[in-house]
T-cell receptor, first 115, second 114 residues
Framework: EAQVTQNPRYLITVTGKKLTVTCSQN?????MSWYRQDPGLGLRQIYY???????DKGDVPEGYKVSRKEKRNFPLILESPSPNQTSLYFC??????????????FGAGTRLSVL | TQLLEQSPQFLSIQEGENLTVYCNSS?????LQWYRQEPGEGPVLLVT?????EVKKLKRLTFQFGDARKDSSLHITAAQPGDTGLYLC??????????????FGKGTKLTVNP
């Protein structure tokens, strides 16, 4: 079954404690991205990756890091989380970017609370 | 600045009613996508519209892309409780680096009451 898997689904942490949210896809997709979803602000892109070892900033990259060492994995790293990073996070993948012919597949989301 | 404006933000209707939600922009998009997101899940693609004036039907859902490719609408006929969810429109937008990113509207939260 084609899927994007995020872990963990729920996470409560404290300010400053480094954390990683993993994302894995089994569709051999080149394009992967991370979004955060906040009430009243909608979905905003954090980082994206066009292929292995190629990453770029989205609209709200501050406070986040990503890496793309393998095609299937695209972890999101918060080196020093702060309360304003409390949000619902989604990983997505597609076969080739954002053009019309590419379907974006989303993970089920990770709800993060930073105390 | 919000590139894609969706309206209404919230919509609560009774089962069997018809409804239309809108996605508007001052920019031209090469395509627009509509997603539905249910609580506790990620967005799922419903349709992509590509040609100005295009109309696509998905059972009781009708999607239209404006002639100028600046707007789109989603019409649901005889809404059912299973249509409840957050409806998002999205489109590719060029970045300064020469690639494209997918931008989303803030969504329309639809509740269909039995």
């Amino acid at each position: 079954e084609a899927q994007v898997t995020q872990n963990p689904r729920y996470l409560i942490t404290v300010t400053g404690k480094k954390l990683t949210v993993t994302c894995s896809q089994n569709m051999n997709h080149e394009y992967m991205s991370w979004y955060r979803q906040d009430p009243g602000l909608g979905l905003r892109q954090i980082y994206y990756s066009m292929n292995v070892e190629v990453t770029d900033k989205g609209d709200v990259p501050e406070g986040y890091k990503v890496s793309r060492k393998e095609k299937r994995n695209f972890p999101l790293i918060l080196e020093s989380p702060s309360p304003n990073q409390t949000s619902l996070y989604f990983c997505a993948s597609s076969s080739g970017g954002t053009s019309a012919k590419n379907i974006q597949y989303f993970g089920a989301g990770t709800r993060l609370s930073v105390l | 600045t919000q590139l894609l404006e969706q309206s209404p933000q919230f919509l609560s209707i009774q089962e069997g009613e018809n409804l239309t939600v809108y996605c508007n922009s001052s920019s031209v998009f090469s395509s627009l996508q509509w997603y539905r997101q249910e609580p506790g899940e990620g967005p799922v693609l419903l349709v992509t519209v590509v040609t100005g004036g295009e109309v696509k039907k998905l059972k009781r859902l009708t999607f239209q892309f404006g002639d100028a490719r600046k707007d789109s609408s989603l019409h649901i006929t005889a809404a059912q409780p299973g249509d409840t969810g957050l409806y998002l429109c999205a489109g590719p937008y060029p970045t300064q680096g020469g690639s494209e990113k997918l931008v989303f509207g803030k969504g329309t939260k639809l509740t269909v009451n039995p």
